[in-house]
């Protein structure tokens, strides 16, 4: 058995290298929603349960600020070329948001999905009402996405040219990473497809990084092969 494991490994290890593999928000310790400065419903309100994050800034009146969060904990070996995908529910004109790397610390990274709001969320300072701020010392801007108005029940995925994510990751040091999403360019508002909507509408995909050289945590990986040869031979049995 030990050895139909090593095997298993090997050929899945093997297999790994030709496959991208990818993390969505829904797994692991992972997680997204948005926080709003809103001059309606004020900077303290949360919204960790909504099925999708409402991306967008219309200064003076509502300053709308994704957030995502991946567990990267099971990764091992080549961060680099990963790729941001979001799944867009609306839209409106092409826009290109900045993407901002929460800069690495644990505490930061742990935030809460159910209570996380402007006045709370790690690298936004303090606004004036339907406006917004960023703290500079927690969060690095990592590069663009551009979000173009075809782009309505479709996926979006960021090239390494505009977003490269390389340093980011290869930084990390606690598992976790999270990225903010700011829209530019004027108010038009999108939605993306947050985990929570899944179940309702399941033609939709949670937040997704993109990892095309890295492999799964080789226990893990063992672990499941191991666990699938066991099941067979006791199927067989």
């Known amino acids: ?6 095997l298993f490994l090997f050929v899945a290890m093997s ?5 991208a593999m990818t993390i969505t928000t829904a797994e692991g310790n992972g997680a997204d929603t948005y926080v709003g400065n809103d001059s309606n419903k004020g900077p ?21 600020i ?3 969060r991946f567990d990267i904990s099971g990764v091992t070996g080549d961060r680099s070329g990963a790729q941001l995908q979001l799944y867009i529910t609306q839209g409106g004109a092409t826009r290109t948001w900045n993407i901002y790397g929460l800069n690495d610390d644990a505490v930061d990274d742990a935030w809460g999905e159910m209570s996380i709001t402007y006045n709370t ?32 029940n479709a996926t979006v995925t960021s090239n390494t040219t505009t977003l490269n994510l390389d340093s980011f990751l290869a930084e990390d040091t606690n598992g976790l990473v999270t990225m903010v999403l700011i829209a530019t360019g004027g108010d038009r508002q999108f939605y993306v497809a947050a985990k929570e909507g899944l179940d ?15 492999v ?4 893990a990986m063992i672990l499941l092969g191991c666990g699938g040869l066991l099941a067979v031979r006791r199927k067989r049995r």
Do not use: F
Request: overall charge positive.
């Open 216 to 219: 799964p945590e080789p226990a």
């Open 1 to 6: 058995m030990m050895k139909r494991c090593i």
């Open 66 to 68: 994704g957030y995502v």
């Open 200 to 214: 309702s509408s399941p033609a939709w995909s949670a937040p997704t990084l993109i990892l095309p050289y890295a």
């Open 15 to 19: 297999v790994s290298v030709l496959r």
């Open 44 to 64: 303290d309100k949360n919204y960790g349960a909504s099925s999708t994050l409402d991306i967008r800034i219309n200064p003076g009146v509502r300053a709308h």
């Open 121 to 152: 969320a790690p690298g936004m300072a303090s606004a004036s009402q339907g406006n917004y701020a960023i703290d500079e010392t927690k969060l690095t801007l990592l590069g663009t996405l551009v979000v173009p108005s075809s782009a309505v």
